[in-house]
T-cell receptor, first 115, second 112 residues
Framework: NAGVTQTPKFQVLKTGQSMTLQCAQD?????MSWYRQDPGMGLRLIHY???????DQGEVPNGYNVSRSTTEDFPLRLLSAAPSQTSVYFC??????????????FGQGTRLTVV | GEDVEQSLFLSVREGDSSVINCTYT??????LYWYKQEPGAGLQLLTY?????DMKQDQRLTVLLNKKDKHLSLRIADTQTGDSAIYFC????????????FGKGTKLSVKP
């Protein structure tokens, strides 16, 4: 059981380049989300999805796009990378979005550097 | 908006107890969590507490919740060097989506 898989693990981009961070889960979870982790800032929610075809913005959505065409995949797109997007990105999934569903499962992270 | 606050660093000696504190603002939070992040890794759920509970114990871990003061603490008994990590407090927001709101994380250093 792979859980939540993120690719790539590391990436260096030049300012203005675009790229897609991949996230896939094999637990049939409805809820998926993207966070960024910066030193001294904790984890901040970028975008989330409560099911295929449904996405919404989190706390820091600017500069990022998402889509959810399947239950399994939730890619995060950077259209024009900026140095301020240098961060560690985590994808997380959870069964359901309300009720008593408790645990969110996290991927191992993608460390992105924009130069 | 919702906010979760915790101190950034804690240093203890091996064998001592560690207490990590957290305050939160959303009184409608249903669940409060402690996540552990080891170097270079993702976050793993350590424990959680439902908002109608005062205390939860799980082996070396004790979670205390003071709902009136919106204060959460994690006590690790007999702290080991393997407990060195960043510990995140998180609340599930009271909205229907149940997004997690994280504190900045407390880096626990355990000295031998």
């Amino acid at each position: 059981n792979a859980g939540v898989t993120q690719t790539p693990k590391f990436q260096v981009l030049k300012t203005g380049q675009s790229m897609t961070l991949q996230c896939a889960q094999d637990m049939n979870h409805e809820y998926m989300s993207w966070y960024r982790q910066d030193p001294g800032m904790g984890l901040r929610l970028i975008h989330y999805s409560v099911g295929a075809g449904i996405t919404d913005q989190g706390e820091v959505p600017n500069g990022y796009n998402v889509s959810r065409s399947t239950t399994e995949d939730f890619p995060l797109r950077l259209l024009s990378a900026a140095p301020s997007q240098t961060s560690v990105y985590f994808c997380a999934s959870r069964s359901g979005w309300g009720g008593v569903n408790i645990e969110a499962f996290f991927g191992q992270g993608t460390r992105l550097t924009v130069v | 908006g919702e906010d979760v606050e915790q101190s950034l660093f804690l240093s203890v000696r091996e064998g001592d107890s560690s207490v990590i504190n957290c305050t939160y603002t959303d009184s409608s939070s249903t669940y409060l969590y402690w996540y552990k992040q080891e170097p270079g890794a993702g976050l793993q759920l350590l424990t959680y507490i439902f908002s109608n509970m005062d205390m939860k114990q799980d082996q070396r871990l004790t979670v205390l919740l003071n709902k009136k003061d919106k204060h959460l603490s994690l006590r690790i008994a007999d702290t080991q060097t393997g407990d060195s990590a960043i510990y995140f407090c998180a609340e599930r927001d009271g909205g229907s989506q149940g997004n997690l709101i994280f504190g900045k994380g407390t880096k626990l250093s355990v000295k031998p």
